[in-house]
């Protein structure tokens, strides 16, 4: 990996090691203590020595002035004790050179963390419960979900995604009973799951006036429980109208799944582990169902079997992760869900390690806020709900307007309005810290002007303008230096480190700040210095190379957050 942080890092832990061999701290120890100061006009790069003041036993700027002494590079033209201070400067030539070098060599795999060789992560998210809409708030675990199984594969893992579909439970009980009591054959076909969340909402309508209904249904989901070949089929059929739905969404943001074993794949997997929790004395009754005393944990009781034995959603949880553990042998299990369902996961995980599975601690849950939708009109059939659909055909209409206008001549390419509309969605709702809650501005999404997805595709597809338009792959020169070179020099050396921690943290948000910076570096680039028409021939190379750099890091940037490379916008 290069990195400027990296490379400092290492001087500093040589030096330390020559001029305090007593002292033990490591490179990744330096890395965290490495800082980029908010004003560069002391340094690129700088070490606060106090952090090192307790290790070493010695005023911090003596220990500054002892390392500026020894360490020595020519990635930097610079270091320099000030205070307490240890200051790097960057010798742009050398770095830069070293760096295009670099990128041009790896090519797509530049700032891989490469730390998952022969590791796999099971990922399981999107997840949405069948014949019920999948709408807004799936966004979250859908894209965020995405993102860290592209960002495992960079870093060499291998991957497997897993759509947990909900497809059991109650609810097919009411669907049966609504399908036959007002649904028909030839309205599902047509209205696909529209019709289904249509029948599903009557079904609680009419239950309100008639209690016999919820009964009917339970009975009908015994029958599906017990096999019942005319449930089954129906059940079948829910669940393939319903995917056919869902899939439309999934190819608009390129998104496949390894694995599409939902709840009901466990039913004949839970009676093992209700033996298990058995055995480890776990299991209590609870008013008449079998639960886990969490209180020692400060958590409610977790409910395992509800007092007429059926199973529960943590039950197939518990199943879920025992069969993966079994079948994938994963280094990390990863669930993706609304930051409501924190509890579900904080109890269940609990429980698997009462178990005694030694895998407990390669279970992660990782939560995100909610998202509400201001401004635009995007109220649907099925009421306050906004479906995801609803949104991605909103804002690709929007984008083919604005195309139609700025092409004068009423045309739009419909393959770019929808990277686009689609991009301006994902990128927006990836812009923000994971846990923040989100309202949605579609105006502000589709912004060419703002920070947002259009503005990033646009930015990427000047770089392939520009390239297209020479048959030359350029070549760095040390030579050539503007700050706004330079500028863009250091932006390109931070993409390892923000991937390091958009995987560390599973918050592909940093992924997508990153390509901000790297859009607002190369852009100032842009106005700033001429590229192909540039007169002298070592700066016009040394900027080609610096636009492939740009080219090459943005394009894998964005592919990482789930969003198309548009060459032409
Ligand atoms: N189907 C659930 C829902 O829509 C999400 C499932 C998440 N995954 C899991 N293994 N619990 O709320």
């Not at 595709?457 to 770089?463: D, L, N, P, S």
């Not at 520009?466 to 931070?494: C, N, R, W, Y």
Request: proline share 3%; aromatic share 10%.
């Amino acid at each position: 990996m290069l990195t400027l942080k990296l490379s400092a890092a290492r001087l500093v832990d040589e030096a330390v090691k020559q001029a305090y061999p007593s002292a033990s701290l490591t490179v990744a120890e330096l890395l965290d203590m490495i800082e980029y100061p908010p004003d560069d006009s002391m340094g690129d790069l700088a070490l606060p020595c106090f952090k090192l003041a307790k290790a070493l036993r010695m005023a911090p700027p003596k220990i500054a002035a002892t390392l500026a002494e020894l360490c020595q590079s020519d990635d930097f033209s610079s270091i320099e004790a000030v205070g307490g201070y240890l200051n790097f400067k960057m010798n742009a030539g050398a770095f830069g050179t070293r760096l295009c070098q670099t990128i041009s060599r790896e090519g797509d795999m530049y700032g891989s963390p490469r730390c998952g060789e022969g590791k796999m992560v099971v990922l399981d998210y999107s997840s949405p419960n069948v014949a019920k809409p999948f709408h807004v708030g799936h966004l979250g675990t859908t894209v965020i979900g995405h993102s860290l199984k592209l960002l495992h594969e960079f870093a060499g893992y291998r991957t497997m995604g897993i759509n947990h579909l909900g497809d059991w439970g109650t609810q097919f009980g009411k669907l049966i009973v609504a399908y036959r009591l007002w649904g028909s054959k030839e309205a599902v076909e047509q209205r696909e799951i529209d019709e289904l969340v249509a029948l599903y909402v009557r079904f609680h309508q009419e239950a309100e006036n008639d209690p016999t209904l919820e009964e009917k249904a339970r009975a009908e989901f015994k029958k599906l429980e017990q096999n019942d070949p005319e449930n089954i089929a129906l059940w079948k059929w829910f669940i393939e109208i319903s995917l056919r739905e869902y899939n439309k969404t999934y190819r608009q943001l390129g998104i496949t799944f390894d694995s599409y074993n939902g709840e009901s794949f466990y039913t004949d997997k839970m009676p093992r582990e209700i033996e298990r929790l058995r055995e480890k004395n776990l299991l209590k009754i609870d008013d008449g169902a079998s639960v886990v005393d969490l209180s020692e944990w400060n958590m409610p009781v977790c409910l395992i079997l509800k007092r007429d034995g059926s199973t529960l959603y943590p039950t197939r949880d518990i199943a879920a992760a025992a069969y993966r553990a079994e079948n994938y042998q994963f280094e990390k299990c990863v669930y993706v869900t609304s930051a409501g369902q924190s509890l579900h996961f904080a109890q269940w995980f609990k429980v698997v390690e009462l178990m005694g599975y030694d895998w407990y601690d390669k279970l992660v849950h990782v939560p995100y806020g909610t998202v509400s939708i201001n401004g635009a009109k995007l109220a649907t059939r099925t009421g306050n709900v906004i479906l995801l659909k609803d949104l991605f055909a909103c804002a690709v209409d929007k984008v083919r307007e604005i195309s139609r206008e700025k092409n004068g001549d009423g045309s739009a390419n419909e393959e770019i309005a929808e990277a686009v509309g689609v991009g301006a969605v994902v990128f927006y709702y990836l812009s923000n810290n994971r846990m923040r809650d989100i309202n949605f501005v579609l105006e502000d999404a589709l912004s060419f002007d703002g920070n947002t997805g259009p503005y990033a595709q646009y930015t990427y597809a000047r770089t392939c303008s520009i390239l297209s338009h020479t048959d030359s792959k350029g070549t760095f020169s040390a030579a050539s230096q503007t700050p706004e070179e330079v500028a863009l020099l250091k932006v390109l050396a931070m993409f390892p480190e923000r991937v390091k921690a958009a995987l560390d943290e599973y918050e592909p948000s940093y992924v997508t700040r990153y390509i901000l910076d790297l859009c607002a570096a190369f852009n100032r680039f842009y106005h700033e210095c001429h590229i192909l028409s540039c007169e002298d021939e070592t700066t016009r190379e040394s900027r080609i190379a610096l636009t492939a750099c740009v080219n090459t890091v943005l394009g894998r940037a964005l592919e990482l957050i789930c969003m198309k490379k548009t060459e032409k916008i």
